[in-house]
């Protein structure tokens, strides 16, 4: 039977504030005493302004509502005038975040800070550093060589660390038993997926009961996750699975709920929204992986008030991760306002 006492220990010792896989720098709220600075500009008549920040990423969900508090939070804290703009999440265009990333360094912005795909904004980010911009990229790791005219720091959530992170969850609530595993994610051109594709090989290649079957992508679509879990079984006795596909945790929860599976599957799955939430509070997912994208918004400004004020600062800065079980999520779904059943 998959509910092993071992899992069942495992899930009062599996919070989320022992295993994440980063931790607040000491700028973060709750970390001591902190005395609010406004950061200002100097302007040619000799008169001072508040610093103008933005940040453009996706709006809407609770993931992004998340960032947003964070860059929000810490701008308050700072006291700038801060924005925070994007398309939103069902109408996301690189192009489009771009093209909102330009407007905000022409309107004045004194620090920009961008989630979009590399290839897409290093040239944004090159012109507005070249104007005396503080520049930013989200979710991806300074690299000096490829960002050193463009970009002045980055702030990422590491997705090896994750996946190894979800590789322990699993071997830990497989124990003895076999399991054929798969790995979803939304798309095979995802470079940092890839990288946790590696990871779930390299980590699983010497394992006697633990199988890894094959990778597959949905596109970030749950009802194709819901309908490819089911074809996969099939076809092949696939018992495990971990994700690296929001929308895709919630399709294959989905699916294990309406095939009442939830004790024949171990299940890893990723993000936190509300569905998935209560999903793992169910036990119909086993654990979730989640990423502290508050922490993500909050070190953004942070780090940047460094950069303005000739401070030394990290170059890369990884605002961490963790995984929740059934009451852990609870716990989280509480501290973010919502109700779960």
């Known amino acids: 039977m998959k509910k092993r006492l071992l899992a069942i220990a495992l899930c009062t010792a599996m919070v989320l504030g022992m295993i994440g896989c980063g931790s607040k720098s000491n700028d973060a709220p709750g970390n001591g005493e902190t005395e609010k600075a406004e950061t200002t500009e100097t302007t040619e008549d000799g008169s001072d302004e508040k610093t103008k920040a933005v940040l453009v990423a996706p709006v809407g969900g609770l993931i992004w509502a998340q960032l947003q508090q964070g860059w929000e939070d810490a701008c308050v804290e700072l006291g700038w005038d801060s924005q925070y703009v994007g398309p939103g999440t069902n109408a996301w265009s690189n192009t489009e975040a771009v093209s909102l990333y330009e407007s905000a360094v022409t309107q004045g912005a004194n620090v920009a800070v961008l989630l979009s795909d590399l290839d897409v904004a290093l040239d944004a980010t090159r012109e507005a550093k070249q104007k005396g911009v503080v520049t930013s990229v989200l979710q991806f790791a300074y690299d000096e060589e490829l960002m050193k005219d463009a970009i002045d720091y ?12 979800q590789c322990k969850a699993m071997e830990e609530m497989v124990g003895d038993n076999e399991a054929h595993l798969v790995y979803i994610r939304s798309h095979f051109a995802n470079v940092a997926q890839t990288d946790c594709w590696n990871m779930i090989n390299e980590y ?5 009961n633990i199988t890894v079957e094959g990778q597959y992508e949905t596109g970030g679509d749950s009802v194709k996750a819901q309908n490819l879990i089911g074809d996969l079984r099939k076809v092949d006795p696939i018992n495990a699975v971990i994700m690296c596909d929001g929308a895709g945790t919630v399709g294959v929860a989905t699916y294990i709920e309406e095939n009442n599976l939830q004790d024949e599957m171990f299940i890893v799955g990723i993000d936190y929204e509300q569905q998935s939430l209560q999903a793992t509070k169910d036990g119909t997912i086993d654990r979730l992986a989640i990423q502290d994208w508050y922490n993500c918004g909050y070190q953004a400004a942070m780090v940047a008030s460094k950069v303005l004020n000739g401070e030394e600062y990290e170059k890369n800065t990884d605002a961490g991760c963790g995984i929740l079980d059934a ?11 919502l109700t779960l059943e």
Request: zero cysteines; aromatic letters at 8%.
């Open 204 to 208: 699983f290649k010497d394992s006697p």
């Open 327 to 337: 009451k852990s999520a609870a716990e989280f779904a509480e501290k973010l306002g």
């Open 154 to 165: 980055t702030i990422m959530i590491d997705p090896v660390v994750m996946a190894e992170l």
